[in-house]
């Protein structure tokens, strides 16, 4: 029977250290750190995404702006508004939402934020800085995943680590973490021949595929560690992630649920890459 890793509970004790922390650097600048979110369009998931992270940074002292644009506004005012955003002082983070409407070219977007305001770490010189293991920001969802890894008293050094998707804001980053930690890293996707073969051989499996009861409890060995990014909606409406939790909480010795397990840990580590942007800058 596995140990629940805990997202919920772990998020909280995060976000209470980085309230501390926010209250100690407004009181020394005499102003709070601050995000700005630029969301296009009224595409529903994304509206209620940027609802939780401004209702995030209300918690612990952050200060948000959100930006709603048109459906139809044009890249180029897009590009205006981060410009000005890049070039305002008070302003220390900066997140378009994604995806954008496909007028809009996202590289060129994610390229023309600050990198030192890209609290994504989506930008180029963010993901190099993360290969070559000298970074400032961590993708939220990567970063998450390793506090939820170390707070739970899991090391990662000399474990094989099965990574399932390679995807440039999940799976590429996440591979590379584990590999600053020593693991033993292989990183699956849909063109890997017998995934099984990878699968039985974790010590610590990240799921991010993206497939509801993906993972099965014959995919993987006794006192795995499961790692569950996946977010699926189901027809009756409740949310699920990639494995198939019951089955697999028999074998594994930690394991996280969905809902409950990565999710709330995304936005904490965007609250902590706000923060250390504001600390950087000033
Ligand atoms: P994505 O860009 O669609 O990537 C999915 C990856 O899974 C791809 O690399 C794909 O391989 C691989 N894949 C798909 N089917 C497969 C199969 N049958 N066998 C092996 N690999 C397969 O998705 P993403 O943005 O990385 O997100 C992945 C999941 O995580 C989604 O459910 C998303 O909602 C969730 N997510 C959760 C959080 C959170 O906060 N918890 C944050 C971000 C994302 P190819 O590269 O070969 O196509």
Not at 160 to 186: F, Q, W, Y
């Amino acid at each position: 029977m596995a140990m629940i890793i805990d997202g919920k509970a772990i998020s909280s004790q995060i976000r209470n250290e980085i309230a501390e922390e926010v209250a100690a650097f407004t009181a020394e600048h005499g102003f709070a750190p601050s995000l700005t979110v630029i969301i296009v369009g009224d595409d529903p998931a994304s509206q209620v995404y940027v609802r939780n992270k401004e209702k995030a940074c209300t918690q612990v002292g952050i200060k948000s702006e959100i930006i709603r644009l048109p459906a139809e506004t044009e890249e180029a005012e897009l590009l205006k508004i981060i410009d000005g955003l890049n070039k305002d002082k008070s302003i220390n983070g900066i997140l378009v939402q994604l995806p954008l409407p496909k007028q809009i070219n996202e590289k060129n977007i994610i390229a023309a934020i600050d990198p030192q305001k890209d609290v994504d770490a989506f930008s180029y010189e963010n993901t190099g800085r993360i290969m070559a293991g000298d970074f400032d920001f961590l993708p939220c969802t990567p970063a998450g995943v390793m506090e939820l890894l170390h707070r739970s008293g899991i090391s990662v050094c000399g474990k094989d680590c099965v990574v399932i998707g390679r995807s440039n804001i999940v799976g590429k980053p996440m591979a590379m973490l584990l590999m600053h930690e020593n693991g033993t890293v292989t990183v699956c996707h849909t063109k890997t021949k017998d995934l099984k073969s990878h699968t039985l051989r974790a010590d610590i499996l990240v799921s991010s595929v993206g497939k509801a009861n993906f993972i099965t409890a014959d995919m993987v060995k006794d006192g795995v560690v499961i790692i569950d990014v996946g977010i699926n909606h189901l027809h009756d409406g409740k949310l699920t992630g990639d494995v198939d939790f019951e089955g697999c909480f028999e074998k594994a010795s930690a394991i996280t649920p969905v809902p409950g397990g990565v999710g709330p840990m995304t936005v904490t580590m965007l609250l902590k890459n706000t923060l250390t942007a504001a600390k950087k800058q000033n």
